[in-house]
């Protein structure tokens, strides 16, 4: 049963997270970001990864929360 309820929070999170950094990147090139003042501090593929994990991090939670609030009370 956990591994089910783990896979209706996780793959859910994957994918819109993966929506979430392909229009965000379609917008903006990571290239191009002043990080405190600093241009190109960190490389495109470092700034992919860290976004992807940051927004997977946001829409895992936010599906927990929808999972933990559509439990059944007994």
């Known amino acids: 049963m956990w591994k089910r309820r783990l896979m209706w929070i996780v793959w859910p999170a994957f994918i819109a997270a993966a929506v979430l950094e392909f229009g965000l990147f379609a917008l903006i090139d990571p290239a191009e970001i002043n990080w405190l003042g600093n241009h190109g501090v960190w ?32």
């Open 43 to 74: 490389s495109r593929q470092t700034v992919y990864t860290l976004v992807f994990f940051f927004l997977w991090t946001g829409t895992l939670l936010s599906s927990a929360l929808t999972t933990l609030l559509a439990v059944e009370q007994d």
